[in-house]
């Protein structure tokens, strides 16, 4: 029993994450790189309902 609670004891101290300050260009690189990578979501998603829409439109003509 005393080895389970020194194992979960152990455990609990590993899990827990390093919290570390960062500066402001580390903090803004970051927030730049998912506003980049929304807006690159954002195009593929506008791409692949302009190519349904398309193929649809082409089904109505026969094509």
């Given at each position: 029993?005393?080895?389970?609670?020194?194992?979960?004891?152990?455990?609990?101290?590993?899990?827990?994450?390093?919290?570390?300050?960062?500066?402001?260009?580390?903090?803004?690189?970051?927030t730049?790189?998912?506003?980049?990578?929304?807006?690159?979501?954002g195009?593929?998603?506008?791409?692949?309902?302009?190519?349904?829409?398309?193929?649809?439109?082409?089904?109505?003509?026969?094509?």
């Open positions: 029993m005393k080895r389970k609670l020194l194992a979960l004891a152990a455990l609990a101290a590993l899990s827990t994450g390093a919290n570390a300050a960062l500066s402001t260009e580390v903090t803004g690189a970051i730049g790189a998912g506003t980049d990578a929304a807006a690159a979501v195009l593929m998603i506008v791409v692949a309902v302009s190519i349904w829409a398309l193929r649809k439109v082409a089904r109505l003509f026969g094509n």
